[in-house]
């Protein structure tokens, strides 16, 4: 098939038609032409007809009648019938339009009019050859339907999907949404490293890397989070990023590798205030794109009108997750059950990782409303502030919809000899063996040192709230080049 159409671009070229001009310059999108003019009568059309639009787009059908063709085309607005006649273009530049395929890029003048069918239709009176395609489209009836084609070859899922379209456009219209808010909330936007010598700000495993010039290892980081708290502290008392993260862990309908986070930090604030800042956000972003907070995922009603459900991290496992009361406080019936249920632990993991993984067993897939989540152990939240009521847990939330987690935030822990001790925790961690244990980071307590105002932080996973809003079940539809193998393995 490659060699056809190479053989139909050969011919295009011995008539002297450029295959890859940069000479044509769309006045009009198709979207605007059908938005003013797909309801103007034929009458009115007709009046018009002096008036010439020119388009560009990418031919997705076309049907020959000898002297004659229609051909729909299509740019990023929309797509719009065209009739193309040899006695209006002309014998020569028919006789190229001739050798024009589906898939290949054209720029068309001329007047609307309607046929007999009513169909919006471009009369063509010039038309130019815009970008030669060497490959043919997927059967447009069938489409681009295999799923791992589709993510390797996003760009021909763009072309042929509406669908694939629609979702990047709604993703999009959610990051604006975003920024709005934040800068309307008197947030400044920054940038961090994403290359950094010690990564923190989350439990995870993190990519290594190596700078050549500098001889260090380096590692692509897990979270902004310590880098966008040392801003707080040099009195940039609001900030937010949005920007890539990088965890070196698995693949699966809800983790990519590279995902994209807002997170944020507001000083003079706790995290019971991010609560209603959160409910704000998520429900601008609902309006931005369904134009409504109660909407359907995957079948299932969604309901974001606030103020949303609130639940006790303790409480929820007896309660929703059906577990024994006395798992709470009983690190070796808590690891014991969380072992029946899929967990690994280390002999030096202790009762909150145990709690933690009985959570997200047993009560987080039935979370479908969205719900904050509180009162999380004090020895899984390494950067959270401890309750002033209850020492052993945090002044920390997560929050749930649709059965997942869609974002953390606590009030964030400002003393730095408590964060020197928990570090070191941490450390020992690492050197036992966890490699999703956090690094001691000596500059970040010498930060704190200096003094952080109480704060309130928080992370929300983009790609996961595009998925809600979008109703797709897989992560990977809603990155544009999700990560996979190799073709050749």
Not at 3 to 28: I, W, Y
Not at 164 to 193: C, G, L, Q, W, Y
Not at 279 to 285: A, F, N, T
Not at 385 to 405: C, H, M, Q, W
Request: hydrophobic share 40%.
């Amino acid at each position: 098939m490659i060699r056809q159409r190479r053989k139909k671009a050969e011919d295009l070229k011995e008539l002297g038609v450029p295959l890859f001009p940069n000479t044509f310059r769309p006045r009009d999108q198709i979207g605007d032409l059908r938005a003013r003019y797909d309801r103007m009568d034929t009458a009115r059309l007709d009046a018009m007809a002096e008036t010439k639009f020119m388009v560009a787009g990418r031919v997705m059908a076309l049907r020959s009648f000898g002297k004659a063709a229609f051909l729909k085309i299509k740019d990023r607005t929309g797509e719009i019938q065209c009739h193309v006649q040899r006695d209006v273009v002309g014998t020569e530049s028919y006789k190229a339009f001739k050798k024009y395929e589906v898939g290949d890029i054209i720029g068309v003048k001329g007047p609307l009019f309607r046929t007999r069918t009513q169909e919006l239709t471009i009369k063509v009176e010039e038309v130019q050859l815009v970008t030669k395609s060497y490959r043919s489209l997927p059967e447009k009836f069938h489409g681009l339907t295999d799923v791992e084609l589709r993510y390797r070859q996003r760009y021909v899922d763009l072309i042929m999907n509406q669908t694939t379209r629609d979702i990047f456009h709604a993703r999009s219209k959610i990051i604006s949404t975003i920024r709005s808010f934040f800068s309307e909330n008197n947030f400044m936007e920054v940038e961090t490293p994403m290359m950094q010598v010690i990564p923190g700000g989350a439990t995870a495993r993190p990519f290594e890397t190596y700078h050549n010039a500098l001889g260090m290892k380096m590692y692509m980081r897990v979270a902004p989070e310590l880098y966008l708290k040392r801003l707080v502290v040099g009195g940039l008392e609001r900030v937010y990023e949005l920007n890539r993260n990088f965890r070196n862990e698995g693949i699966s309908l809800r983790h990519n590798p590279e995902f994209t986070m807002v997170e944020f930090y507001m000083a003079y604030a706790s995290y019971e205030d991010l609560m209603s800042f959160t409910e704000d956000l998520i429900g601008l972003c609902a309006q931005a794109v369904k134009g409504t907070l109660k909407f359907e995922y995957q079948g299932k009603e969604i309901d974001l009108t606030p103020p949303w459900q609130n639940l006790d991290f303790r409480s929820s496992l007896i309660e929703i997750g059906g577990a024994p009361p006395e798992v709470l406080f009983d690190e070796e019936k808590a690891m014991a059950l969380a072992r029946e249920l899929g967990g690994q632990f280390k002999p030096e993991d202790g009762l909150g990782k145990a709690l933690d993984k009985l959570f997200e067993v047993l009560v987080e897939p039935k979370l479908w409303q969205p719900t904050f989540v509180t009162g999380y152990p004090l020895e899984i939240s390494p950067l959270s502030r401890k309750n002033d009521l209850d020492p052993d847990i945090v002044d920390r939330f997560e929050f749930f919809v649709a059965g997942r987690e869609m974002g953390n935030g606590f009030s964030e822990l400002n003393d730095p000899d408590d964060q020197r001790g928990r570090f070191e925790d941490q450390a020992a961690q690492r050197s036992a063996g966890d490699k999703e244990a956090q690094f001691m980071d000596k500059d970040y307590v010498r930060a704190l040192e200096y003094g952080m105002p109480p704060t309130a932080g928080e992370g929300i996973g983009i790609d996961r709230l595009v998925m809600l809003l979008t109703d797709q079940p897989s992560i990977r539809e809603v990155i544009l080049f999700p990560l996979l193998r190799p073709e050749n393995d």
